[in-house]
């Protein structure tokens, strides 16, 4: 069977539900994409220098990033000559092959989905620069675990931003999750403190920790993140089960270092990308994935409660590539039926 | 990893080019290749990439290097160059309505720093020209966007309207221009909802506050780390709104902020200030030229680069001063002297400057305009080498050859030929009557 096929088959096992969704909040994405690498195709019968141009084009105008797609690029150039590609129908199969591999990496699948101590508390820390999406992806995930029958609460550890605790809340009430929270410049380590042994005492199961927006090169303020980050472990060993960096998918390179820096700080263990109901692509994961190996967990795809959805790279890639794909895997049918 | 440091390996490739001479294409190729590589690195779109490389290209070819660069190191000056005229000069000035209130409008996507911003164009206005701003909470969208931008208006104790979360954004600011007349607020600073620009009835809504109030502004809010979308948000707000400004936030991080010049050559419009912290004090005039040695990751060369122009500049005027004393100043020196006057700004200005320039004899019917300038220009092109150094056998039908060449007439070749010989004796005058004053004045063609 097919790569292509493998894919297709895992991606319908899925409910229909999700996946529909899903490709609805990226079809920007994905047309724009596929739009894009179908056009090339058709315009070139030959692969040659110029075809590689504008398809590293194509990549980088994603955000992908120019190490990974020049250290792609290279890599299917070598691949295309190595089996003697000349059509450019034929190379689109490989390309796609090849960006999924680095969605992937060497990764286990279950990679994906939330640590989620049974039984037990789970702690969630949040992090990530100014404005990414962090508070507003608390509230969307209180909303969820709670739907899920798991008891949620939040601690409200951006004390610095003004109506940062105010936005907090009012998500609390919106996911129907109680907020434990400080006045404006308190501690935030002690703001966290308050939240674990309210969540402990309350015998929650998941306590969902926001933190003020800081970029990566503030020093003291990494410091202070690293210092919320010792009083859950202190608190809980193991803990945090989780620690979720927000980044934009509208951002550039940048996020590669803000990945860098604050899996340094926090032992960043996911990522939540915000914003893909935008036009821009978030391909910068693909260069985080490829070289830090910190996998997607959550994606953002809009303002509302219910805009936040699983990541499965599966899906991802399809609704990234679907397009791409079926033409492909329709011609490889065709050449079945001749075959029989 | 395989392709660390780019702008490393882009100094490593400029220490490999060198020799003397003109640029080869060769070198120009090696060069724009990491260049295109680093100005990509610095999310600068794809296709502002390509089109400036292109121009760096057709510009850097054959380009004499100077004495203290290196080939590499002039075509970085090229670069240099395109990318300070991309980005324009310095402009932070807020507009002011002829009949108060001046109002501002700030638009732009979720999170970018608009209410950040507003509180802190309203500490500036306060703070530097001494106005009196009204901030007007219009994002009914987002939870405690009103709290937020109340909070901010109590840190700076400046008035905040506000009407909740259920009336709609047209009647906020309507009301609050009448709020702002009848207290007498000088600004009225509205800040709305974080939007994407291809949500087609959120940006309608920002077409209908437009039309309602009129601003003089409209500020694109702008988040410096922007990736290769930056063109596509930007195009759109500003076909949509037609943008009076750009405001680039969070550059007090380590993005190299590339975005700037995308957001530049799609919509031409200035970059006004640079957001620098989160604190309300944290806004700066936008500077253009940083920003340039920013986005190439090249400081230091970019101050080398500066250096040898300084330097080139001086030896240049110490020659020609040698050659003013000794009379031996030809056309050709005068066409050199006008590029360098051309690159020092506008020329009344320059004239102003040297001491006792109006009050010299001859001055008065050397009035120079910048059209004359090209005039001149043009006449000292059309004159072969020859006549240029010698200009006593420039006789008659050689003027009139001259004056068909450059588009001018005999009697304003007439004219330069008298003012060139005037000039000459002035010089002399002035470079022999040194008085102590050396140097200072390196501007002969006047
Ligand atoms: N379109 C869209 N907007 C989003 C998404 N996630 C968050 N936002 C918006 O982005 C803006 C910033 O979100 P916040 O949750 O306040 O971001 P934050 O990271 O907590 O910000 P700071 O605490 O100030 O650093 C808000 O206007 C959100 O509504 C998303 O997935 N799609
Ligand atoms: N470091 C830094 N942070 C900034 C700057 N400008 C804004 N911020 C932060 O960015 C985050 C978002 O700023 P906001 O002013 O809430 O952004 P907004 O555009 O109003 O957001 P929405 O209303 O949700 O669309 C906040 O955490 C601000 O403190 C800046 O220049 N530097
Ligand atoms: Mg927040
Ligand atoms: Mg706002």
């Known amino acids: ?340 | 990893m395989a392709f660390e440091g780019l702008s490393e390996r882009l100094q490593e490739t400029m220490k490999k080019i060198t020799g003397k001479g003109k640029v080869s294409e060769a070198d120009v190729k090696e060069m724009t290749r990491e260049v295109r590589l680093a100005l990509l690195e610095a999310d600068v779109n794809y296709k502002v990439v390509k089109d400036l490389i292109k121009r760096i290209k057709e510009r850097a070819v054959g380009q004499e290097v100077m004495e203290s660069l290196t080939p590499g190191q002039q075509v970085i000056k090229v670069v240099r160059d395109e990318l300070t005229e991309l980005m324009g000069g310095e402009q932070s000035k807020i507009a002011v309505a002829n009949k108060p209130p001046t109002v501002i409008m700030m638009v732009g996507l979720q999170g970018a720093g608009k209410t950040t911003t507003t509180g802190k164009l309203a500490n500036h206005l306060r703070k530097n020209s001494n106005r009196n701003p009204l901030l007007v909470a219009a994002d009914v969208y987002r939870p405690a966007a009103v709290d937020q931008l109340e909070t901010l208006g109590e840190q700076l104790d400046l008035p905040v309207y506000s009407k909740g979360t259920v009336a709609n954004p047209v009647d906020i600011a309507n009301e609050a221009i009448e709020k702002a007349k009848a207290e007498h607020h000088d600004y009225v600073i509205i800040d709305t909802a974080g939007r994407l620009h291809v949500d087609e009835d959120l940006m309608d809504e920002l077409q209908q506050v437009k039309t309602n109030m009129n601003p003089d502004e409209i500020f694109l809010v702008v988040d410096s780390m922007t990736g290769q979308d930056a063109v596509n948000v930007a195009e759109s707000f500003d076909s949509q709104l037609d943008i009076s400004g750009v405001i680039l936030t969070k550059l007090d991080g380590d993005t190299r902020g590339g975005a700037a010049l995308s957001i530049r050559s799609v919509t031409g419009k200035p970059i006004k200030f640079a957001g620098m912290g989160e604190k309300l004090d944290q806004l700066e005039p936008f500077h253009p030229d940083r920003m340039a040695s920013r986005i190439l990751g090249m400081g230091d060369v970019f101050s080398l680069i500066e250096k040898a122009e300084s330097e080139v500049d001086e030896k240049k005027a110490k020659e020609m001063q040698n050659k003013m004393k000794s009379a031996s100043f030809t056309f050709e020196d005068f066409l050199e002297q006008m590029e360098q006057v051309k690159n020092m700004g506008p020329l009344d200005e320059l004239v102003n400057m040297m001491p006792g320039a109006n009050k010299m004899k001859g001055m008065k019917n050397m009035q120079v305009d910048d059209k004359q300038l090209s005039h001149i220009e043009a006449i000292i092109q059309s004159m072969t080498k020859k006549e240029r150094v010698e200009p006593s056998i420039i006789n008659a039908s050689r003027k009139k050859r001259i004056a068909q060449g450059s588009g001018t007439s005999v009697a304003q070749v007439n004219r330069l030929l008298k003012q060139f010989e005037e000039m000459k004796k002035m010089m002399k005058q002035m470079t022999s009557s040194k008085k102590g004053k050396k140097g200072g004045m390196n501007l002969p063609f006047m």
């Open chain 1, 1 to 340: 069977m097919s790569f292509f096929k493998k894919l297709k088959d895992k991606v319908s096992k899925q409910t229909e539900e999700v996946t529909d969704k899903f490709k609805d909040g990226l079809s920007k994405t994905r047309d724009s994409f596929t739009t894009k690498v179908n056009d090339l195709v058709a315009r070139y019968r030959q692969v040659d220098e110029e075809f590689f141009e504008e398809l590293e084009e194509i990549l980088i105008s994603a955000d992908v990033g120019v190490n990974t797609v020049m250290e792609f690029i290279e890599e299917l150039e070598m691949e295309v000559k190595r089996r003697n590609i000349k059509d450019t129908e034929e190379v689109k199969e490989v390309i796609s092959e090849k960006l999924v591999e680095i969605y992937y990496g060497d990764d286990d699948e279950s990679l994906e989905a939330l640590n989620i101590q049974e039984g037990d508390l789970t702690v969630i820390l949040v992090v990530g620069v100014n404005g990414v999406g962090k508070t507003t992806s608390i509230g969307k995930l209180a909303y969820q675990l709670q739907q899920e029958g798991k008891s949620v609460v939040m601690a409200a550890g951006d004390t610095f931003r003004a109506g940062a605790i105010d936005q907090l809340d009012i998500w609390g009430q919106r996911a129907g999750v109680n907020v434990i929270k400080h006045s404006e410049g308190a501690d935030p380590a002690a703001v966290t403190y308050d939240g674990i042994q309210a969540a402990k005492s309350r015998g929650a199961d998941v306590l969902l920790c926001d933190t003020a927006g800081r970029l990566q090169n503030k020093v003291n303020l990494m410091k202070e993140l690293s210092k919320v980050h010792k009083v859950i472990e202190r608190e809980i060993p193991d803990a945090p089960h989780e620690t979720l960096l927000v980044l934009d998918a509208t951002t550039g390179q940048n996020a590669l270092s803000q990945a860098k820096t604050f899996k340094e700080a926090t032992d960043v263990s996911g990522i939540v990308l915000t914003k893909l109901d935008g036009t821009a692509r978030g391909g910068i994961v693909l260069a985080i994935r490829n070289e830090l190996n910190i996998p997607v967990k959550y994606v953002g795809l809009g303002e509302q409660i219910t805009d936040l959805q699983p990541f499965n790279a599966h899906q991802f890639v399809y609704g990234l590539f679907g397009d791409l794909m079926t033409r492909v895997e329709n011609d490889e049918d065709d050449s079945d039926d001749k075959n029989n």
